[in-house]
Antibody
């Protein structure tokens, strides 16, 4: 079955760039009308959608993070990635990648297990 | 903005409850969903399209609503229902989650 797996460093220093990847297995990232999303869960907070990218590279970012966020997709490696610049302690969170589609229903039907990222010197 | 109520609730097994979700702008029912998250786990979709149960979700979970007001009803809670419930809306090409409702099973 289709699975998502996040990867990246668990510790990032303040002011540096957080880089994460999400590998899609069990199906081609290019198949189906899907958006590939990043979502985070900060301590004591609710879920926060960061943005999505389509297989052809179209992006949409959360306006609150747009100036620091960049997403890319690599269809040959079947993965998509996130870069968040100028991180602070407020970016410490459990980061999830998730799939959504854009047909009649728009929701997250598949999630990765999440990867913990701590911002600290 | 998406607002859920209540923030927390505590129920005994067998009791029923309704969780509310209010969007500041009308959204298409097809773009509304509910998720359940247990500690240390990724969220799992319960309801999508406002009222369609996801695969494997028991029929004691039901959803309804339209425009700005949506609800999730659990007819008879069980111990495994503890956790946080989130509603999600999609509008203007962006996703928004509610702040969550924490359910404790006594």
């Amino acid at each position: 079955q289709v699975q998502l797996q996040e990867s990246g460093p668990g510790l990032v220093k303040p002011s540096q760039t957080l880089s994460l990847s999400c590998t899609v297995s069990g199906a081609s990232l290019s198949s189906g009308p899907h958006y590939w999303n990043w979502i985070r869960h900060r301590p004591g907070k609710g879920l926060e959608w960061l943005g999505y990218i389509s297989s052809d590279g179209r992006t949409r970012y959360n306006p609150s993070l747009r100036s620091r966020l960049f997403m890319s997709v690599d269809t040959s490696d079947n993965e998509f990635s996130l870069k968040l610049t100028s991180v602070t302690a407020a970016d410490t969170a459990l980061y999830y990648c998730a799939r959504s589609d854009y047909t009649n229903y728009v929701y997250f039907d598949l999630w990765g297990p999440g990867t913990q990222v701590t911002v600290s010197s | 903005v998406v607002t859920q109520s209540p923030d927390t609730l505590s129920l005994s097994p067998g009791e029923g409850t309704t969780l509310s979700c209010t969007a500041s702008e009308p959204v298409s029912s097809g773009y509304s969903a509910w998720y359940h998250q247990k500690p240390g786990q990724a969220p799992r979709v319960l309801i999508y399209g406002a009222s369609t149960r996801a695969a494997g979700i028991p029929d004691r979970f039901s959803g309804e609503g339209s425009q700005t007001d949506f609800t999730l009803t659990i007819s008879r809670v069980e111990p495994e229902d503890s956790g946080v419930y989130y509603c999600q809306q999609f509008g203007l090409s962006s996703f928004t989650f509610g702040q969550g409702t924490k359910l404790e099973i006594k």
